[in-house]
T-cell receptor, first 115, second 113 residues
Framework: DTGVSQDPRHKITKRGQNVTFRCDPI?????LYWYRQTLGQGPEFLTY????????KSRLLSDRFSAERPKGSFSTLEIQRTEQGDSAMYLC?????????????FGPGTRLTVT | AQKITQTQPGMFVQEKEAVTLDCTYD???????LFWYKQPSSGEMIFLIY??????QNATEGRYSLNFQKARKSANLVISASQLGDSAMYFC??????????FGAGTTVTVRA
């Protein structure tokens, strides 16, 4: 069990540029979640997948955001035409999803800074 | 409406003493789960403890225990025998029918030697 990994750990980009983040969940986990955390706040749900199907998207996820999970393994989160308000920590989590008690395991996060 | 409320922005505790972190929640779902996570300054979210809505007994995991009062909709975390390494941000979270987590704003705990 190598844990959830995310890449890159830090990303600095200029306003208007596109960025893509990657998340590799724990290998046998079928559920994958994306959250966004701004400074001093708790994480906020963005979207989640069960296997390759994207089951829910938060209203926080504007049209500039898109997430994929091809083949039900790793996932990518793309932000197009970044804005300064997109600056945050983007957290990925995964879970086995077989029981209600199943906790979500979080990755180290990708910290995005939009200048 | 806020689903999770953590009213204590920050708390100080003396090493080896116990500390209680408050959490109240709001849901109409009869089946839900409550989680506590720890986030050190390094940023990773570490799962601490889980309480299911139908669980009859309060959850315990080592030095962590959850004081679950269903009628009051509260799920307070108790950390016993605090250690310097317990200094971190602590988040209460709730899972409802759709499996996503709703987090509170967090409580910063600082353990003093």
């Amino acid at each position: 069990d190598t844990g959830v990994s995310q890449d890159p750990r830090h990303k600095i980009t200029k306003r208007g540029q596109n960025v893509t983040f990657r998340c590799d969940p724990i290998s046998e986990h079928n559920r994958l979640y994306w959250y966004r955390q701004t400074l001093g706040q708790g994480p906020e749900f963005l979207t989640y997948f069960q296997n390759e199907a994207q089951l829910e998207k938060s209203r926080l996820l504007s049209d500039r955001f898109s997430a994929e999970r091809p083949k039900g393994s790793f996932s990518t989160l793309e932000i197009q035409r970044t804005e300064q308000g997109d600056s945050a920590m983007y957290l990925c989590a995964s879970s086995l999803g077989e029981t209600e008690a199943q906790e979500q395991y979080f990755g180290p996060g990708t910290r995005l800074t939009v200048t | 409406a806020q689903k999770i409320t953590q009213t204590q922005p920050g708390m100080f505790v003396q090493e080896k003493e116990a500390v209680t972190l408050d959490c109240t929640y709001d849901t109409s779902d009869p089946s839900y789960g409550l989680f506590w996570y720890k986030q050190p300054s390094s940023g990773e979210m570490i799962f601490l403890i889980y309480q299911g809505s139908y669980d009859q007994q309060n959850a315990t995991e080592g030095r962590y225990s959850l004081n679950f009062q269903k009628a009051r909709k509260s799920a307070n975390l108790v950390i016993s025998a605090s250690q310097l390494g317990d200094s971190a941000m602590y988040f209460c979270a709730m899972r409802e029918w759709d499996y996503k987590l709703s987090f509170g704003a967090g409580t910063t705990v600082t353990v003093r030697a």
